[in-house]
């Protein structure tokens, strides 16, 4: 018989925490680089304004569901500004974060003939 596949609480928590670290360095990384546009990388700040800013969808006096909407922006914010930026750039960032920085995407391919020369 076959076991049955049990996934614990844990492992979902540490999932989670994982995905959202590895998606902050992903922004940071991206925030860095100078070849996304200043029009992209505005959405983070605007964002973040909203922390701030007096107007809000659930006031913050009520406590836990005040503080939501602000995480909830955050996170809509940060997925915009990642899908507003170009794709391979993303997918070069996110292979860096995957393998290491000396992951490498080489987008040039090689057209090319050869000929077999008989070593006799």
């Excluded at 909407?69 to 794709?87: A, E, R, S, Y």
């Amino acid at each position: 018989m076959k076991k049955p596949n049990i996934v614990n609480a844990d492992d979902k928590d540490m999932s989670f925490l994982s995905n959202m670290m590895k998606q902050l360095k992903l922004v940071w990384l991206l925030f860095r680089d100078g070849r996304i546009s200043a029009m992209t990388k505005s959405v983070l700040p605007l964002s973040l304004l909203y922390i701030i800013s007096p107007v809000d969808i659930i006031p913050d006096f009520i406590l836990g569901f005040g503080q939501l909407d602000d995480f909830g922006i955050i996170l809509l914010g940060m997925t915009l500004f990642v899908k507003l930026c170009p794709p391979h750039i993303v997918q070069e960032y996110l292979g860096q974060l995957e393998y290491g920085n000396d992951f490498y995407i080489d987008d040039e391919t090689v057209d090319a003939t050869y000929r077999v020369v008989d070593e006799e």
